[in-house]
């Protein structure tokens, strides 16, 4: 059973935390307290953090197997630059600011 950390709890890093409990023991870490209490349950457990505190993200990631983000846009490509630079496996849901 392998480790996953999953960045955001928004609509889809929630659902990607569900599906990937079925069969994995999932990290699920996310800014707003609320949010990671709707989606707490067997094999997810939660954690807040400040995704911009890049240095607290690579510490929390260190002990995982694969990373999965699903964070918006403007925090994004960081977050995935940390992981990237974590040298951890990753796969990141693709999100995109509206643009005006």
């Not at 990607?16 to 999932?26: N, P, Q």
């Amino acid at each position: 059973m392998a480790k996953i950390a999953v960045l955001g709890a928004g609509m889809v890093g929630s659902a990607i935390a569900r599906v990937m409990s079925k069969h994995h023991k999932v990290v699920l870490f996310d800014g707003n307290p609320l949010q990671l209490k709707k989606c707490k349950g067997q094999n997810i457990t939660t954690q807040v953090i400040d995704f911009k505190d890049l240095l607290e993200l690579k510490k929390r990631i260190e002990h995982v197997d694969l990373v999965m983000g699903a964070v918006p846009g403007h925090l994004g490509y960081k977050v995935l630059e940390q992981v990237i630079l974590s040298k951890k496996t990753w796969w990141i849901y693709p999100f995109s600011r509206k643009m005006d």
